[in-house]
């Protein structure tokens, strides 16, 4: 008989059983549910509600199921799985509690309810993971930094439209995808602070007529403080939209990194050499190389979206307060942090293991006709004006099936009066990097304070 049982006279159908349980699911967070208890009996032995030595009888049980779930994980002998007809984690964990040390076990039910347990289970678990994601993302962000100081400093075409734009140092580029994951490791730091409340105590939605400390057990548990109202304690689900949002963003900008990979990677691009361990072959062509890697941290990135769109749909209309809806949010949220947390380790490990290929020169490369016409520029000209000039200069270039090294003073001249010896220098591609000194700009000095910047961050 189930703990709810006392008003049914027959249990469920069995198909019943199969549809309503979470157990399979929420045997995960069988730690934080342990935990969650242990709070919750010291404090109803701390204002008296029951004894403390029946606390300390509560915790000492509690402690046993845990040994006996983590030994059950291990498929040791002598370990506790669950069946799925104890419903859910809270039910699993007092009914064995109950089986270890009698009838004091039902006293545990006191002042709460399982809305209010699956709403602190479920934070305490999203904490841990946001934490272990942060660990996570900071070591990305410091690997991308390693590689920007070891491998930084090479000319590359900076793109827009996929088009070659502007030569950059790739330290530059390296840097605007470091840059995007620190705002989501802001992100999640946001997202943390409203996870971090806590809703034990506000029982099925009304709060409890007995005398309970819900400020005691938010500070047992770690958390800033108790939520202020029962009601919105159970039913509130916006911070699982919240953290799982900043999921979606940060598995947008692997996958934009991840397609950069995949495209840098090709034989077209050959700007790096993705390593054995983050690449696969082919079963019929030999030769290849893949970026599996990166492809399947840009599909993974779907499923975070999904995710994300699971749990919108989920908690659109529902009525206050709890409602069995709710146990379906789960499944979207663990596999939202599971994917995000593979991806981003998939990601650091595609970075410090590639290697960066020497690029071809840029002398030249009509990627530096920007120089030209900010020469102009910088002799006074209007820039529209000197960006006419400097096209017509490049389409002659093209019609004659030349590039900008072809040019000489004679031809600058011809085409506009300002231009002067100097304009020629202003063609060295290191030069024309170097000069970019603006903030953010992609000068080497600006490079390596951005990297001092996002060091200091790492904490
Ligand atoms: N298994 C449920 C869940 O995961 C626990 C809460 C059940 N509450 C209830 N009133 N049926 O959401």
Redesign the pocket.
Known sequence: MALWGGRFQQGPAEEMLRLGE?LST?LRMWREDILGSKAHARMLGEVGLITLEEAERLCEGLDRVGLELEAGERGEAGGFVPGIEL??I?MAVETRLHELIGEVAGKLHTAR???DQ?ATDVRLWLRGQVDALDVELAGLISTLLDRVEADGRQLVAGCTHLQRGQPIWLGHQLLAHAWALARDRERLQDARRRINRCPLGAAAMAGTPHPIDRRRTAELLGFEAPLDNAMDAVSARDHLVEAVSACAILAGHLSRMAEELVLWSTPEYRRVRLSEHWSTGSSIMPQKRNPDAAELVRGKTGRVFGALQTLLVLTKALPLA?N?D??ED?PALFDALDTTRACVRAMAGCWSDLTVLPGPSLEGDPLLATELADYLASRGLPFRQAHHVVGQIVRECEEAGTDLSSLDLGRLKAAHPAFEADALDWLRPEAAVERRTSLGGTAWSEVVRQVGVLRAQRG
């Open positions: 979470s929420d419903e859910d809270h309810s399982r809305n699956v709890y069995r709710l146990q789960r």
